[in-house]
T-cell receptor, first 115, second 117 residues
Framework: AQSVTQPDIHITVSEGASLELRCNYS??????LFWYVQSPGQGLQLLLK??????LVQGIKGFEAEFKRSQSSFNLRKPSVHWSDAAEYFC?????????????FGTGTRLTVIP | ETGVTQTPRHLVMGMTNKKSLKCEQH?????MYWYKQSAKKPLELMFV???????ENNSVPSRFSPECPNSSHLFLHLHTLQPEDSALYLC????????????????FGPGTRLTVL
């Protein structure tokens, strides 16, 4: 069965520091991979996605993620964090099954940014 | 209005009440989804509709009843809920659910925060 693991429940970084959020997935084939961000009181916004091709994908707001098949990972990175990046981040696996594109989410990582 | 909207944003109801959540998408999409987001748990897919036809029901209790009258509107009717049903309910839409395509991104609404007393 497919699953998504985000091992870090909460991460605190200083503004201007680099960031890496971890995501591991379990799925038999190459999945579609996504990172979403959720600000307080808001819905989820797509940051970036990977389907095929270049394993380093660029997203919005200066985020990037790298797909590593050997490690079943899709970690999210940002070289310099801004205070406005404080939010909850969700990794998701998209699987086409039973005629539906279904998303399976991790439990999320809450990011706190300190001045 | 643009994107995906949900009303109400907050709802408090008793266990004997009947209420409905509404979702509307202004993106011209053909697929709509209901998710439940509980604290410390992954988002759970509840229902999927494609062209107003329900194509997925992930073992959701019958006290949750979805309705999709057209491709722009999705409702979640609630009755005799339990306190453990308190959660954020998110609606999403995508262009074409049946296409295994890289562009089939799901767009989410802001959610309805439901509290069952």
């Amino acid at each position: 069965a497919q699953s998504v693991t985000q091992p870090d429940i909460h991460i605190t970084v200083s503004e201007g520091a680099s960031l890496e959020l971890r995501c591991n997935y379990s799925y038999g084939a190459t999945p579609y991979l996504f990172w979403y961000v959720q600000s307080p009181g808001q819905g989820l916004q797509l940051l970036l996605k990977y389907f095929s091709g270049d394993t380093l994908v660029q997203g919005i707001k200066g985020f990037e993620a790298e797909f590593k098949r050997s490690q079943s990972s899709f970690n999210l990175r940002k070289p310099s964090v801004h205070w406005s990046d404080a939010a909850e981040y969700f990794c998701a696996v998209g699987i086409f099954q039973t005629g539906a594109n279904n998303l399976f989410f991790g439990t999320g990582t809450r990011l706190t940014v300190i001045p | 209005e643009t994107g995906v909207t949900q009303t109400p944003r907050h709802l408090v109801m008793g266990m004997t009440n009947k209420k409905s959540l509404k979702c509307e998408q202004h993106l011209g999409h053909n697929a709509m989804y209901w998710y439940k987001q509980s604290a410390k748990k992954p988002l759970e897919l509840m229902f999927v509709y494609s062209l107003e036809e329900r194509v997925e029901n992930n073992s959701v209790p019958s006290r949750f009843s979805p309705e999709c009258p057209n491709s722009s509107h999705l409702f979640l009717h609630l009755h005799t809920l339990q306190p453990e049903d308190s959660a954020l309910y998110l609606c999403a839409s995508s262009l074409n659910m049946r296409v295994r395509a890289g562009d089939n991104e799901q767009f989410f609404g802001p959610g309805t925060r439901l509290t069952v007393l």
